[in-house]
């Protein structure tokens, strides 16, 4: 059983930056790949960027990629997600989730965290 915990999401204006951090509880983090997807209002959950258990291996949506970096730290059971650039478009509710294997399918992750809202004002 693994428990993710979001935060730091927030009210910035377009063009700025913000860094989302999720913790994980539990011992086996490491071995879970980990997934970064986001909810806008009125849409579906979709992908945003996955990273495999080591980190050496990451994968983005086309519409963040150059903007958002998705990374972890298995010593201290967190996966982040730094954007930058940030569009009006980017408003949503980001959530993360682990699961086997780094990939776009939502359906593939096994857990998932309670979410962290980001709000891009123009």
């Known amino acids: 059983q693994v428990q993710l915990v979001e935060s730091g999401g927030g009210l910035v204006q377009a063009g700025g930056s913000l860094r989302l951090s999720c913790a994980a509880s539990?011992?086996?983090?490491?071995?879970?790949?980990m997934g970064w997807f986001r909810q806008a209002p009125g849409k579906e959950r979709g992908f945003v960027a996955a990273?495999?258990?080591?980190?050496?291996?990451?994968y983005y949506a086309d519409s963040v990629k150059g903007r958002f970096t998705i990374s972890r730290d298995n010593a201290k059971n967190t996966v982040y997600l730094q954007m930058n650039f940030l569009k009006p478009e980017d408003t949503a509710v980001y959530y993360c989730?682990?699961?086997?294997?780094?990939?776009?399918?939502?359906?593939?992750?096994?857990?998932w965290g309670q979410g962290t809202k980001v709000t891009v004002s123009s």
């Open positions: 990273v495999n258990w080591s980190g050496a291996s990451t």
């Open positions: 989730a682990a699961g086997g294997y780094a990939t776009e399918w939502a359906s593939l992750y096994h857990y």
């Open positions: 539990g011992r086996t983090f490491s071995s879970y790949a």
